[in-house]
């Protein structure tokens, strides 16, 4: 390891880490560097799209747009971006799972179609959930935890 570093000759930033969050936050601050600045153009971005009595759909594709013309992106990024390539591969699977309290989740619709056969008074709006899933999970999963179910889901 430490014929690799004296090689590589790079800047290195050590420091000893009693805080995760802290820590976290310094990574993303350092990743996105060169964005410095982005808030204020997101800042005007989103006035000009409100001057521009815009309903709330176009002001989002305007901020939107506004960013992505914005942004300095390498030339590696512009490739993979421009074929469709994945910038991340991984070895695990991820699932999110909301475990925020039930009123505070956001949650999809269920389609149009289905929206349209529900009765005029119905508030059954909510498409299904891996929560909801797990709360009517078969009696033979019983000892599964939300977290096992969702992953094989």
């Known amino acids: 390891m430490k014929t690799v570093l004296i090689a590589w000759q790079a800047n290195h930033d050590l420091q000893f880490v009693l805080d995760a969050f802290a820590c976290a936050v310094y990574i993303v601050s350092y990743i996105s560097k060169s964005q410095k600045g982005m808030s204020a153009l997101l800042d005007q971005a989103a ?34 971006l421009t074929l469709q390539m994945p910038l991340t591969k991984a070895t695990r699977q991820v699932v999110f799972i909301n475990t925020s309290p039930q009123h505070k989740r956001t949650f999809l619709l ?44």
């Open 110 to 153: 269920k389609q149009s179609s289905a929206l349209e056969k529900l009765g005029p008074d119905s508030t059954e709006i909510e498409s299904d959930n891996d929560i909801k899933r797990y709360s009517r999970r078969p009696k033979q999963l019983e000892n599964w935890c939300l977290a096992d179910y969702c992953i094989s889901a």
């Open 47 to 80: 006035k000009e799209a409100r001057q521009g009595n815009l309903d709330l759909k176009h002001q989002v594709r305007h901020i939107g747009n506004y960013f992505s013309n914005s942004v300095e992106t390498s030339a590696q990024e512009a490739t993979y």
